[in-house]
């Protein structure tokens, strides 16, 4: 799997969306670690808190400002470039053959399932932004002849959540079929997804991409089917508050975890959506920026299939994570409808060997939670709006349920 | 499967790439079977005809001009609306708002394989016109609020021909898995493709969009993955010589069976890519018409899950097609470099019972590729510009060999 014995040297490294939740502290840490990082995004993220009316919680520099900051602080510089990938094709070229990445790490997609579901042109703006972004990736770099190594942040969400009490495999999934010769032959297939939203359905097409040129261009990729992440900083983003990384917690960014930090740290009952039976994969900020330089000290070699790695460190039920929560604050817990199309209840089994077989140490819930309650949910929550923090997007038009017993609301 | 007992109404039917080498004789065809016809199409492929400097060997009259001796000849009248359906979302929907259609036949994508490999900038048209088209019409089918049976034409090429010595199902393939609890059970999954080209890629990442579509809004979807088309008119496009239909031979848009009866007819040798071994299956336009019609008066039902038929009546060795045409014509077959990037050899088995269950009487190539040599090819070889038989798109920069065992050339 891994190339063994790859030593850690100074690469040069694009982030792709390095404005990013995730690629702002992934290219801090990648600095930090003495590589080269340029960061490419055009923005749309702060956009996109224009238009919802919402702001991260943490109080978030202009990226001039961040980069300055980082310089001032330990003497390493970040470029920037503000390049729309899904649009400027052009300018991504010429940049990958002007800069010689070794690596590129691509985190730049519409990554919110409630905001892919709001409206036909939410739906229409993700299929477009993700698909173009990830296709002009792959075809500048085949154009630019370049080896180029891609690591690409994918979702657990595109399993499925649980099927036919199968531990979820690191991408690949060995079945049996039968041959016209009536022989049961063994074969390794692309796990056969079910995304369960828009922007989930993006990442399993992304897939699709990647097996293809993977195949047809020999392109080095390492796809992470990411957890939702928890946490807000990383030893780096905590250097200095100009620094700081984003917390969202309003209905469409908010993931489940700081919905509930937000709402206990101002006094709210947390709500939880349907039984809160639903089970999730998680991963601490921390941890994701260590296992994406795992990924990029460990390129697959030029013949290998995609690498498809679980990023993940540990799974919940919803309804205990808020339990988990009332236990540290003493906030109380408040049943609402659904409004995602899913099961109500399911069990979730993940294999992720691959990143703890390479050190990974995992920050669990237990001990990063308290922080994350005191130093971020309580200091900041004198920022928050509350009246963001509900879901508003439904799944369908009338939100009829999409599996037999679940419960519907109007 | 099909609902039983389904009569043969009278609806309204939405073309969706009406003006194209399969739309037009489908339009005709539904037309003149008793339907309310509506033909939209942004004339792309026209377009394309004016940046390849490639023609069809059949004169094609302007849409109008077609839709004016449809009218003088039948007395019936077929609409147009010159929309890009990638692109002009709200002209899209309103127009399903206004008309209310039964149901909508999409044609309207990119379906040249060499073209969608020809360059950066093709690739991205491909995926970029393919996804959003696709997309569009789900998400306007959605936000209409109407039940509209959409038949989409898919590729028999998704499969990656061959697998394991497996003969190709009807979309789904039965797989056997070991539970945590080491327990086997049988699923049931989408077919993992293995796609051989941007072109077919797009058509793999439509399967993801039906699916989620279905399961999340209900949507009633048929695909029919289709083999090659070979054949140049129908029933209705013989009435007159204003209706003919398109028959391509050049290098991009010409599929192997229209490239042999071209150089046939002018008596140069027939190219062979590679040894000739490639299995593919085939459908002539006649019977591609009455797939069509069986597919929009079968709808599934709307609980039912994407119906996915392969619409292919025969399968051929393209060296065989070429010895074939050979007999018919006396003309040689030259074994030239596969500029595609796949197996040099392979077999084909294909499942396509449902469309036999359903009465399909189907022409074989046998009988039916005599016509074409005498009353196409030969017919209108006087336009036919020999230049633009070759294939010149290669799948890859350097054209390595993309799969062990095949011959590189240069
Ligand atoms: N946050 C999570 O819990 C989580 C979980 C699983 C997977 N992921 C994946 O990780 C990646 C990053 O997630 P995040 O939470 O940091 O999201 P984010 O929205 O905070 O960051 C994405 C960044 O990409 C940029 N971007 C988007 N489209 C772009 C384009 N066309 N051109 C240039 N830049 C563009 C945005 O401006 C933003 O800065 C996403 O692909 C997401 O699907 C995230
Ligand atoms: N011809 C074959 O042998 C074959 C085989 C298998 C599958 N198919 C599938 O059948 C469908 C039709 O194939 P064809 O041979 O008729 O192709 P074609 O190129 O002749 O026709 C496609 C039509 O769609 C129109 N179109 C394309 N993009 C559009 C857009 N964004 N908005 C509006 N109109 C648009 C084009 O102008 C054209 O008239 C394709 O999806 C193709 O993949 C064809």
Redesign the interface.
Known sequence: MFLSGTKQTRKKIMVMGGDGFCGWPTSLHLSNAGHEVIIVDNLSRREIDVELEAESLTPIQPLGKRLEAWEDITGKTIRFHRINIAEQ?DAL?HLLVTEQPDAIVHFAEQRSAPYSMKS?AH??YT??NN??AT??LL??V??S?LDIHLVHLGTMGVYGYG?????IPEGY?????????G???E?Q??Y????GS?YH?TK??DQ??F??YN????IRITDLHQGIVWGTNTEETKLDERLINRFDYDGDYGTVLNRFLMQAAVGYPMTVHGTGGQTRAFIHIQDTVRCIELAIAHPPSPDEKVLIFNQMTETHRVRDLAEMIAGLTGAEVAYVDNPR?EAAENDL?VKNELFLSKGLQPITLNEGLLTEVTKVAEEYSHRADMDKIPARST???SH?P?IPGEKASK
Chains 1, 2 share one sequence.
């Open positions: 094709f070229l036909a739906k229409r299929v477009d698909m173009n296709h002009n075809a500048a085949v154009e002849g099927t036919a009490g199968m531990a999934l060995d079945v049996e079929v039968t041959t016209e010769a022989e049961r032959v074969q297939i692309l056969p997804t079910n995304p828009v359905m399993s097409q699709l991409l097996q293809f195949k047809n261009d020999r199309n089994h799944w369908t038009r009829k999409g």
